[in-house]
DNA sequence: TGCTATAATGTAAACGATATTACATTTTTT
DNA sequence: AAAAAATGTAATATCGTTTACATTATAGCA
């Protein structure tokens, strides 16, 4: 039905394996028949079946990215840093979403199992540090953006107790010292990592951690309005907040705002990720920027570095955050 | 170095068309050799190359789907609706992206031709109506979010033109008659479709269509900004603006605000598309939503039923919007 | 002219699954 | 009890490539 390899051959009057080498350019083919081999290709309008050219070579060259979802605008970035790097080096990369299901999870993974793909990266991920050193042994796995305990797993994360200790220490310099944290009570390390920064910034300064200053819930934006209320109702209220997602902060602003706070005079707010919306914000959210496009760029060629060298190491890369400042932190009023 | 069929088959003692058999239920097989071939598979942690399979099947059970970018979270929902229907059919989704460039567009649609995916749906496309006419004679194709004039290609979009419509009539009924639109210049159909329904409404109230009340720039969401500032330079500026896309509303309603103008009070502004930041905004912003969920699992329903019926038959379908009232919008002063 | 090195090509065996065919066994029918 | 039908299993061809190996053609050189 389809042109195959066989139709060029006999088309360009030579064997399969001259069109082979021609296409793959794997050895010297004389030139006449290089040509004769290209014109029947372009004749026929043949294309090469990768399913048997996998199947043979057993590689696919594709590497899948494995998302919870595609809501997070900043996932965008990382897609194009990973295409660009898995293009410098012969990759594709195919993309898929698991709701956060661990279920669906593990179903695309199979992918690896049935070599539809050579190597796969999951941002953020459901499995279990065990799952995931077993995963390890055999196949070439990464994951980004988040960390898990334990799991001796290639990592690429940004700095994320760092990033955090510098968006609390921009609040202590604009004389905040009530400063409350929205973050959340699931498995997530960064969280617990932003935690840390959080806690880190204030020791430094001599700010007593306080307890009922500390709001977990989930990453759903309206938890951040939850976590206002619950603040301002205490009877000594912050004066800052510093939320480990911009999702966060905007739920916090939002409810901030409907309930007569002016954002930056009466409170000031303070995300992580910088997402678009940001920026297009009203006011503009002040947030930690994790470096979207160099995490995905770095993850695929360490994990392409694996994958050519043969090995499965595992190794934790922390990157750069950048401070970046907009109109939702501003200094405390006494 | 793998485990193959054949081990499989070796260490149950049965030959490898009987596992085969089991694996696929594809024909009757005692029920003690089916338990020695589940043992075996359990035993050795058998997984089948789906290479092999599709080779020699010539199907994958994948279905590519194509976005321009993943940065709207509106697609998130339409993946959700394409995974939904893809499983009931036995289909697996996965998904690239193009960041909107005709030579990546054109790479991934060679998974078409290199069998790495029975279909291809496309979520926009720079692809001109004849390339889509060319790829739809010899493969299963389908475009939503977006339609081509002249392409005669599976396609399932919102009702555009009677989305605007509503949106704009929603403005009418609360007494605005300077009503602006913020569009896009570039071959987009969809931004056509609202202008028209954007003039459909004015029609039908005997409101003049003014020229200098038509914006048509990029997607940025800055240039909402730049078509607020025209406007509103304008000796007699707009009281409503109704913009194609909630991106455009965000940028437009940013500007507004910077500029000393109240958000309902002095200026109403409407979107389109229902992205989760017109909640989140501040003010929220009323819109009218796309059918997101619907879309994709309508696509991949109607792309399937190509499938199975061997046929490449082209038809637009439109789904129903729906109007969100938030705040952004108000009655007209006076 | 021979002889060797090298380049160009062809042949055929993989890769891992499925489908087809043929054979052997069991069950049903008369 | 023999013939016919149904069922379970094995052997083998096939899908479309790549590639190891074998072969042939060409060039270089004394």
Chains 1, 2 share one sequence.
Do not use: W
């Not at 050579?118 to 991920?125: P, Q």
């Not at 898990?148 to 990592?155: F, M, P």
């Amino acid at each position: 039905m389809n042109v195959t390899i066989k139709d060029v051959a006999k088309a360009a009057g030579v064997s399969v394996a001259t069109v082979s080498r021609v296409l793959n350019k794997s050895a010297t083919v004389s030139e006449y028949a290089a040509e004769q081999v290209n014109n029947a290709i372009k004749e026929l309008g043949y294309n090469p079946n990768f399913l048997g050219r996998n199947l043979r070579k057993c590689e696919t060259n594709v590497i899948l990215a494995i998302l919870p979802s595609t809501e997070h605008s900043f996932y965008n970035e990382i897609i194009k840093g990973m295409q660009t790097a898995a293009s410098d080096n012969g990759y594709d990369i195919l993309l898929c979403t698991t709701n956060s299901m661990h279920s669906t999870e593990t179903r695309m993974l199979s992918m690896l199992f049935n070599r539809t793909v050579d190597a796969a990266v999951m941002l953020g991920t459901q499995l279990s540090a065990e799952e995931l050193n077993d995963l390890n042994e055999k196949h070439y796995i990464a994951i980004c953006c988040e960390r898990v305990e334990g799991a001796n797993v290639l990592t690429v994360t940004v700095d994320d107790e760092n990033g955090a200790y510098a968006a609390v220490k921009n609040l202590i310099s604009q004389n905040h010292r009530k400063i409350a944290i929205v973050s959340t009570s699931g498995k997530a390390l960064s969280s617990k990592d932003r935690e840390r920064g959080y806690i880190m910034a204030l020791n430094e300064f001599g700010i007593p951690v306080r307890e009922e200053y500390i709001f977990r819930g989930t990453y759903d934006p309206e938890d951040g309005g939850k976590a206002f209320e619950q603040f301002m109702a205490l009877p000594d209220p912050p004066t800052a907040i510093f939320c480990i997602s911009d999702l966060l902060a905007a739920g916090t602003i939002k409810k901030a705002i409907s309930s007569g706070y002016k954002i930056g005079e009466d409170i000031s707010v303070c995300g992580f990720d910088n997402i678009q919306m940001c920026e297009l914000y009203n006011p503009g959210i002040t947030t930690v920027e994790q470096p979207a496009f160099d995490i995905g760029k770095t993850v695929i060629n360490e994990l392409v570095k694996n994958i050519k060298q043969n090995q499965k190491k595992g190794r934790h890369i922390k990157l750069n955050y950048r401070l970046i400042q907009r109109e939702s932190v501003q200094k405390a009023n006494k």
